[in-house]
């Protein structure tokens, strides 16, 4: 991926629900001013769609994961915006993992009798 394409869709992680990620977004663009505002264009529960400077789109999208949202920011002229707005958000934490240890194959291996055969 080179240099370009990264900047124009980033994405991040947060601890906070999809709806409030949304809400936020439309806090975040919305009260800038200047050359940097966007005006809400579309929104549906997974997405909002801003309109900037000449036309330019800048794009938040929200996914379910495991303890929080994926959340994706697309644009061609905003991406530092969007990386501001990333980092505005509330930090992800993974869930811990499970704690059932998992045989790996030369545990399976180990608890076979000799010849190989169970």
Known sequence: MNQQSSRIVQESFTSLPAADVIAHAKRFFTQRTGV???F?????PG?????GQGGEELVIGVADAPGG???TGST??????????LTSL??????????T????????LAALP?????
Not at 114 to 118: R, Y
Request: charged share 30%; hydrophobic share 40%; net charge negative.
């Open 36 to 38: 940097y505002a966007a």
């Open 76 to 85: 061609y002229l905003f991406d530092q915006q969007i990386a501001r707005f």
């Open 40 to 44: 809400l264009e579309k929104e549906g």
């Open 101 to 108: 240890p998992a045989l790996d194959a030369a545990d399976d």
């Open 69 to 71: 949202t994926r959340v």
């Open 114 to 118: 000799a010849g190989g055969a169970p």
């Open 90 to 99: 509330a930090p992800y934490e993974a869930p811990e993992p499970d704690e």
């Open 47 to 51: 997405h909002a769609v801003f309109r």
